[in-house]
């Protein structure tokens, strides 16, 4: 395996590991020390801290299911598409920086919130942002990582096809 590659592949696993870090430690320390729904504004008018369980996914979709659909859709589904993303994100060292730090947010994301599902049943989020015309729901860091991976991998297709349509013109 040739040098760079290798120290590509070192700086992707770092930042998983730095991302699926910061969010499972963030979570354990909501999980332990503060009470479900309590509000604790960190910045006011912008970012509140307020605990809650989530047994679904996005907006709690799919908590009612069965458990054994449940750990499929939510758990085998997930761990199976993560693997692969990561594997093709190790194997793939021509990807352009961009693209694969997107990639490395969004499978750390999925990752950290996929480690909740199987060891406690839910995922526990707890950060709000009032951005004034819009707000969140209640995210955790792992749903942060995926939101920001998509948004570069988004940007990045959109000056991709930008450049594209300017050389057939």
């Keep these: ?25 963030s979570k354990n320390i909501v999980r332990h020390n503060i009470e479900f729904n309590q509000k604790i504004v960190v910045i006011d008018n912008f970012m509140t801290i307020t605990k809650i369980e989530n047994a679904g996914a996005f907006l709690s979709l ?4 069965p458990r054994i659909i449940y750990k499929l859709i939510f758990v085998l589904i997930p761990f199976l598409a993560l693997s692969f993303g990561l594997y093709y994100l190790l194997r793939h060292n021509s990807l352009p920086k961009s693209i694969s730090l997107g990639i490395c947010l969004v499978i750390s994301g999925g990752l950290g919130n996929l480690i909740d599902r199987i060891l406690y049943g839910s995922v526990t989020d707890f950060l709000y942002f009032n951005f004034g015309i ?9 749903d942060i ?17 930008n450049k594209l349509v300017q050389r057939t013109v």
């Design 62 to 65: 799919g908590q009612h299911l």
């Design 1 to 25: 395996m040739k040098p760079n590659k290798i120290l590509r592949n070192i700086l992707i696993l770092l930042i998983l590991l730095s991302s699926i870090g910061c969010d499972q430690v």
């Design 145 to 161: 990582a995926i939101t920001t991976g998509f948004i570069i991998l988004f940007i990045k297709i959109l000056l991709s096809q």
């Design 134 to 142: 819009f707000h969140t729901g209640i995210v955790n860091i792992a």
